[in-house]
């Protein structure tokens, strides 16, 4: 059986809050608690590079969720930006291409040649949304096929490119990890305890199901973050996930 602190550590609180006020004070809550923190555009436009710092001072392991998308040069010289940030974690669209997510890893090589005392991040790739639809995929994107077929399809691409692993749905996490091995990482959002509200995912399974199925890291938002007592709907997840 796993240690409280083990299963803390695989769990990304998704800071989705609009001011770094609205974090903090969350953080005051869960403190103590040695989860991962995942800090997206919203908080990241909002508060700035400042506030990762902090959140690294205060011993944190962070993924910065920016979901790069330009020329290779410009992802190269934003993915060594964001390295000397110290972030523990970093994504890239895998619809850049190969060339644009080794650019990534340059970058990354650059920042920690030039700067001591920061470790290499994992970088993870979006393949496709889980706002896009088959419909949309197909006769707006451009692409034939099912969602599933395209999400391997980037999977593997990534792994190509020399990337960690991905962000997938739990659906397709055995999928996954059967095409592109056991060591691909999967972090994996749409994660819903039991009784806590749906919202606007449609495709979920409860943290012990995302962990049943293979997922290395699990993504949860608005069930820690909107609950009433967010310390305890942390630790409630946390206890279920440590028994057998
Ligand atoms: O509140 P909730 O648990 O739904 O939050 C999930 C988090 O994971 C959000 O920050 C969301 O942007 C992110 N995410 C997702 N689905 C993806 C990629 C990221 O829900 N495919």
Redesign the pocket.
């Known amino acids: 059986m796993k240690s409280h602190t083990a299963i803390a550590e695989k769990i990304i609180v998704?800071l989705?809050v609009p001011h770094p006020s609205d974090a903090k004070k969350l953080l005051s809550e869960l403190k103590g608690i040695p989860c991962y923190l995942?800090v997206?555009m919203q908080l990241f436009y909002a508060s700035g590079p400042q506030f990762i710092l902090m959140l690294k001072e205060q011993g944190y392991r962070v993924f910065l969720?920016l979901k790069l998308h330009d020329i290779p040069n410009t992802v190269k010289g934003a993915a060594d930006s964001i390295t000397r940030l110290g972030v523990d974690m970093f994504n890239v669209h895998a619809a850049g291409g190969s060339r644009m997510m080794e650019a990534a890893l340059e970058g990354i090589d650059t920042a920690l040649s030039a700067r001591v005392g920061i470790q290499r991040p994992i970088v993870i790739a979006?393949t496709q949304?889980?706002s896009t639809s088959q419909i949309v995929l197909n006769s707006e994107i451009g692409i034939p096929g099912n969602v599933e077929e395209s999400v391997l399809h980037y999977a593997n691409l990534a792994k190509q490119a020399g990337l960690n692993g991905v962000?997938t749905?739990p659906l397709e996490v055995a999928a996954i990890k059967q095409t592109c091995g056991s060591s691909f990482l999967t972090i994996v959002?749409?994660?819903r305890p039991h009784g806590s509200a749906i919202?606007d995912?449609f495709r979920i399974m409860s943290p012990k199901q995302a962990f049943a199925q293979g997922a290395d890291y699990i993504?949860?938002?608005?069930?820690i973050?909107t609950a009433d007592n967010p310390r305890q709907a942390l630790e409630s997840i946390i206890k279920e996930l440590s028994e057998p």
């Open positions: 998704a989705d995942k997206g969720d979006v949304l889980t962000v749905s959002p749409g994660i919202g995912q993504v949860i938002g608005r069930p973050t």
